[in-house]
Each structure stands twice: as structure tokens, then as C-alpha cells.
């Protein structure tokens, strides 16, 4: 997609892996290659796999954006959140291969999928803007919705807590943990038990599951483009 974001097509799957630097942050060029990745396995009618890098799913937003200026990182937030409506609406399952951290947006990707293998050990998985700072905005708040229980929403929105793997099962981030090298292996299997599905049953099905979730996020997303991110010193 682009050196940032590359694609693997596989018998069962396509494997889309996101590859920036240490943090493996959002930037917009890693959203524009999530996109095409996305938009060429739509095409192929295939099931896709998103992973990261070894230790790091995702450390949210690109920070150098997000501190340039409001505008700069209004941009990159509306980005990030029809991403996630588009993972969220997707014809295909989205499994994600949760390789190791996943703080701020890369904790929204978990929760904008369809299923979430994480792996055991010393990881940080959650949702920090109001711990650094940042008012967390009305699409974030959506998405947390459509996904986490109320008690694990308050826990997880308003107290930035952040959670180990195990923990990250019980509020919702993951479905699943399993040992580093049964991470790829145990993707792959379920991704062949994802591709058995009706694919048309499938893709009806769950756009009836998250209608109001997906009306919600829509709106959300406008509310947002009229108001500004919020960061506070």
C-alpha cells in the first residue's frame, strides 16, 4: 500500500500489517494505507487481518501531528474516526492481530473490529487522552460505546485506565489471548473459520447488529468537524 502499510494477499486472508517506527503511530499516511488495504480485500471479498509490530500494535495518533496545531490534529481525528466507521460497517470480518501495545487510537482499531487476538505479557492496552490531556471527542466516546459495557466505558473514557491483556478481555478490548508464537498460528485458524462464513449474511447481518452504533458514530463525526479537539496543558 505504501511503505508504511503493507498488503499480503494469503489463501484465507489478507494480511495487512502497519510498520511505523517505534510507536507504530497514526500518521496520515498510515490511515490512507489502512484504506487502500482495506479497499483492495473488499474487492477480493476476503477476510483481513490487521496486525503490527513485534511488541506494538499501535501507540495511537502521530503525536507530531496531534501537537502542530488544533487544526492539524482535527484532521488527523476525523481521519481516524471514519477509519474506524469503516472497519465498523465493513463487508468482510476484521480480525486484528493485537502484536503487543495498543494505547489511544490503536485501542479504538481493537474496538472497531470484529474479532481481537492479543498476546500475554507486560502490555499496555487502553484509551490515556484524558491522562495526556485531551478532552476525548464525541466519535471516541461512540466507539467506546458501541463496545465496552458502561462500567469498563467509565473506567476506560473518564479514568483512563489502561489494562493488561487479561484485563483487556474483560472490558472489551480483546476477545482472546493466547503466547507470542501461538499469535500468527491462531489467527491464521480462526481467519479460515471466519472465511466459511456466508460473506452477504455476514455483511447484512452486522450492519443490523450495529445500525443505531453506526447512526451514532455518524453523527458523532459531525459534531466533531463543528467543535475543536480538545488539549489541555
Same mark, same amino acid.
Given at each position: 500500500?505504501?511503505?508504511?502499510?503493507?498488503?499480503?494477499?494469503?489463501?484465507?486472508?489478507?494480511?495487512?500489517?502497519?510498520?511505523?517506527?517505534?510507536?507504530?503511530?497514526?500518521?496520515?499516511?498510515?490511515?490512507?494505507?489502512?484504506?487502500?488495504?482495506?479497499?483492495?480485500?473488499?474487492? !477480493?471479498?476476503?477476510?483481513?487481518?490487521?496486525?503490527?509490530?513485534?511488541?506494538?500494535?499501535?501507540?495511537?495518533?502521530?503525536?507530531?501531528?496531534?501537537?502542530?496545531?488544533?487544526?492539524?490534529?482535527?484532521?488527523?481525528?476525523?481521519?481516524?474516526?471514519?477509519?474506524?466507521?469503516?472497519?465498523?460497517?465493513?463487508?468482510?470480518?476484521?480480525?486484528?492481530?493485537?502484536?503487543?501495545?495498543?494505547?489511544?487510537?490503536?485501542?479504538?482499531?481493537?474496538?472497531? *473490529?470484529?474479532?481481537?487476538?492479543?498476546?500475554?505479557?507486560?502490555?499496555?492496552?487502553?484509551?490515556?487522552?484524558?491522562?495526556?490531556?485531551?478532552?476525548?471527542?464525541?466519535?471516541?466516546?461512540?466507539? *467506546?460505546?458501541?463496545?465496552?459495557?458502561?462500567?469498563?466505558?467509565?473506567?476506560?473514557?473518564?479514568?483512563?485506565?489502561?489494562?493488561?491483556?487479561?484485563?483487556?478481555?474483560?472490558?472489551?478490548?480483546?476477545?482472546?489471548?493466547?503466547?507470542?508464537?501461538?499469535?500468527?498460528?491462531?489467527?491464521?485458524?480462526?481467519?479460515?473459520?471466519?472465511?466459511?462464513?456466508?460473506?452477504?449474511?455476514? *455483511?447484512?447481518?452486522?450492519?443490523?447488529?450495529?445500525?443505531?452504533?453506526?447512526?451514532?458514530? !455518524?453523527?458523532?463525526?459531525?459534531?466533531?468537524?463543528?467543535?475543536?479537539?480538545?488539549?489541555?496543558?
Amino acid at each position: 500500500m505504501n511503505k508504511f502499510v503493507t498488503y499480503q494477499p494469503e489463501e484465507n486472508y489478507d494480511l495487512i500489517t502497519i510498520n511505523n517506527g517505534k510507536a507504530n503511530a497514526l500518521s496520515h499516511e498510515v490511515i490512507e494505507g489502512l484504506n487502500a488495504g482495506l479497499d483492495k480485500a473488499a474487492a !477480493e471479498n476476503k477476510v483481513v487481518v490487521l496486525t503490527g509490530q513485534n511488541g506494538i500494535f499501535s501507540g495511537g495518533f502521530d503525536l507530531k501531528v496531534m501537537t502542530k496545531s488544533a487544526e492539524a490534529a482535527k484532521e488527523l481525528v476525523t481521519k481516524g474516526s471514519k477509519l474506524s466507521l469503516k472497519m465498523l460497517s465493513f463487508p468482510q470480518p476484521i480480525i486484528i492481530a493485537c502484536s503487543g501495545h495498543a494505547i489511544a487510537k490503536g485501542a479504538f482499531l481493537l474496538l472497531s *473490529a470484529d474479532y481481537r487476538i492479543g498476546i500475554e505479557g507486560d502490555f499496555k492496552i487502553g484509551l490515556n487522552e484524558v491522562m495526556i490531556g485531551m478532552t476525548m471527542h464525541n466519535a471516541g466516546i461512540a466507539i *467506546a460505546k458501541s463496545r465496552l459495557s458502561e462500567v469498563y466505558l467509565n473506567r476506560s473514557v473518564n479514568n483512563s485506565e489502561i489494562y493488561n491483556p487479561k484485563d483487556a478481555v474483560k472490558a472489551g478490548f480483546l476477545d482472546l489471548i493466547v503466547s507470542a508464537d501461538h499469535l500468527l498460528p491462531t489467527t491464521i485458524k480462526v481467519a479460515g473459520m471466519f472465511s466459511k462464513l456466508n460473506k452477504k449474511a455476514h *455483511a447484512a447481518t452486522k450492519l443490523k447488529v450495529r445500525k443505531q452504533h453506526l447512526e451514532d458514530l !455518524e453523527n458523532a463525526i459531525e459534531l466533531d468537524l463543528n467543535s475543536d479537539i480538545s488539549i489541555n496543558s
